[in-house]
């Protein structure tokens, strides 16, 4: 088909039309929903051996770090406990520290985001419960992690923070 418009599928609409437009008109909705950033986590989740626990994202095929915007009535603790055993399968042992605080409108290309990064002790076995969003689960040694290239939005920042000990405020 040499047409300039696609047949876009979603849960919520099925048209023809420009796949930009949509997200265009997406992006500004919530900018005029919310006129304010919204609130999210990132995980730097640890296994028993030190293995760090990424997934890799079905919207954009790269590595991340497990996490997820908080609900309303919700609290980061909870957000962090929920978006773990969603993406991942894994249950949270405790929080060890606060990773960081990345709040720059550049960090997150679908929308303006402020993500609070944490680091967790976690146990359990992979198994990946929101499926439209991740593909898969995987343990990697903290030498080994995926190259700055293959990891999705900031991730690369703020797992290099969390190797060299840091707590930032970004």
């Keep these: 088909m040499s047409s300039p418009t696609s047949l876009v599928h979603s849960p919520v609409i099925a048209t023809t039309t ?5 997200r265009r008109l997406f992006l500004e909705g919530i900018r005029l929903a919310f006129r304010h950033p919204v609130l ?15 997934v890799r994202r079905r919207d954009t095929g790269l590595w991340a770090l497990p996490g997820g915007m908080v609900s309303w009535g919700e609290d980061i603790a909870s957000t962090v406990r929920r978006e773990l055993k969603e993406e991942t399968g894994l249950n949270l042992v405790k929080i060890q520290r606060l990773a960081g605080v990345y709040s720059s409108p550049e ?13 967790a002790d976690v146990v359990g076995q992979f198994q990946v419960q929101d499926q439209l969003e991740i593909s898969e689960v995987k343990a990697f040694s903290p030498n080994c992690l995926p190259i700055s290239q293959e990891l999705s939005y900031d991730n690369a920042e703020q797992l290099q923070n969390y190797r060299l000990g840091l707590t930032v405020l970004h």
């Design 107 to 119: 960090r997150d290309s679908r929308l303006h985001s402020i993500c609070v990064a944490v680091v």
């Design 40 to 54: 999210g986590t990132s995980i730097v989740p640890l296994l028993e051996d030190g293995r760090i626990v990424l």
């Design 18 to 22: 420009k796949p930009s437009f949509l």
